[in-house]
C-alpha cells in the first residue's frame, strides 16, 4: 500500500511542477513587455511576474534561475512575449541573455567621464567612438567648440542590440535639449542667469549639492540669492571638480584656496561650465527656486539639509549638526 502512496505522491507533485513550470499561460496583452533594470535581481523579477499572473509560483521559478546560475548572471533589457509562454520558456529566454531591447543607464550626477565609461563597457553597444577624444566624439555630434559636460541627459535609454554608440550620445543629448528648452521656457523672471546654458550650469551645481528632492529648490534660492547679492556660491562639489584626478575622496583648506575656474570660494558666479549630468529635478530646481532667503545650508547628516538666513544662525547649525555640539556646549 505504501508504494502505491508514495507513488501517487511522486506523480501528484510531477503533475504539479508540470503545470507550474511547462504548461503555459495566456498572456494579458502581446506581445508582453518584461523590463529588467540594470540592479533588477532574479527574485524581484519573479515576484513581479507572480503578481501579474504571468508565473504560477515564484519560488519555483527562483530556485530553477538558481540551479541555472541566472541569480548571478541575469542581464538588463526589455523581453518581449507574444501570445501565451510558460516559466520555462522565461527561464530560457533570460538565460539566453540576449533582450529585445537592451538598456543603458546614466545615472544622475555622473560626469562626462563616468557616461563614456558606462557606454564603452555596455557589451550590446557597438563602439565607434571608444577609442576618440572628447574633441572628436563632439565633431561627430556637432557640436564644435563646446565642452561635453552636462549635455546629455540621466536616464535608463532602451536601444535595439548592435545600435552605435553615437547614437546613443545624440538621444542623449537631444533629450537634454529638449528638457532644458521646457525648464527655461517655465522659469521664474529675474533670474540671475540669462541664457538656458546658465541654468544647465546651476542645474548641475544642484544636482551635486543634494539627492534630495525636497532640497533641491531651496538649494538653487540659496545660490540664487548668493548670486544676487554678489556673495561666491562656496559649493564644495564645484571645488572637486576643478581638482580633477587630484581629488582622492578628501578636501582640505588647501584645495578650497588653490584657485582654478571651478572655484566657487576663490572666484564669482557660476562656473564656466556644468559639473555634472543634471537631472529633471535639478533643472526644475534651477529653474523655479524655492522663495526663501536662506543664504546657508549644511548637511544634517540624513540626507537632508539644514538652510539658514544668518551667518550665526548656519554657524550654530555647523555646531550642531558637523561638530555635533549643542547649542549649550
Do not use: C
Not at 147 to 171: A, C, I, K, N
Amino acid at each position: 500500500m505504501w508504494p502505491r502512496i508514495l507513488l501517487l505522491a511522486v506523480l501528484t507533485v510531477a503533475a504539479w511542477l508540470s503545470w507550474v513550470v511547462i504548461i503555459p499561460v495566456d498572456l494579458p496583452q502581446s506581445p508582453y513587455k518584461l523590463t529588467i533594470g540594470p540592479n533588477r535581481t532574479l527574485g524581484q523579477v519573479a515576484r513581479s511576474l507572480a503578481d501579474e499572473g504571468i508565473i504560477r509560483n515564484r519560488n519555483i521559478m527562483m530556485l530553477l534561475g538558481r540551479a541555472q546560475g541566472m541569480d548571478r548572471k541575469i542581464k538588463a533589457g526589455l523581453y518581449q512575449f507574444n501570445g501565451s509562454v510558460s516559466m520555462w520558456n522565461i527561464l530560457q529566454r533570460l538565460a539566453d541573455g540576449h533582450p529585445d531591447e537592451a538598456s543603458l543607464t546614466v545615472i544622475e550626477g555622473w560626469n562626462f567621464r563616468q557616461l563614456r565609461q558606462a557606454i564603452d563597457r555596455n557589451p550590446d553597444i557597438v563602439h565607434e567612438a571608444r577609442d576618440w577624444s572628447d574633441a572628436q566624439l563632439l565633431q561627430q555630434l556637432g557640436l564644435n567648440d563646446i565642452r561635453p559636460e552636462g549635455l546629455f541627459f540621466p536616464s535608463t535609454y532602451l536601444f535595439t542590440p548592435g545600435s552605435s554608440d553615437l547614437e546613443l550620445y545624440r538621444r542623449a543629448y537631444a533629450t537634454m535639449q529638449q528638457k532644458l528648452e521646457a525648464a527655461w521656457a517655465a522659469r521664474k523672471p529675474d533670474l540671475p542667469y540669462h541664457t538656458p546654458y546658465e541654468l544647465l550650469i546651476m542645474a548641475s551645481l544642484v544636482e551635486k549639492e543634494t539627492s534630495l528632492d525636497a532640497d533641491r529648490p531651496l538649494v538653487a534660492a540659496v545660490f540664487v540669492n548668493r548670486l544676487n547679492k554678489g556673495m561666491r556660491l562656496q559649493t564644495d562639489p564645484s571645488v572637486i571638480y576643478g581638482m580633477g584626478t587630484a581629488y582622492q575622496g578628501n578636501i582640505s583648506k588647501a584645495d578650497l584656496r588653490r584657485d582654478t575656474p571651478y572655484n566657487t570660494y576663490t572666484r564669482n558666479g557660476l562656473t564656466p561650465t556644468p559639473i555634472s549630468l543634471p537631472g529633471q529635478a535639478a533643472l526644475e530646481a534651477a529653474a523655479n527656486p524655492a522663495n526663501s532667503s536662506a543664504l546657508y545650508f549644511v548637511a544634517k547628516g540624513d540626507g537632508s539639509s539644514y538652510f539658514s538666513e544668518t551667518l550665526e544662525q548656519h554657524n550654530q547649525a555647523v555646531r550642531k549638526y558637523i561638530l555635533k555640539k549643542g547649542s549649550n556646549d
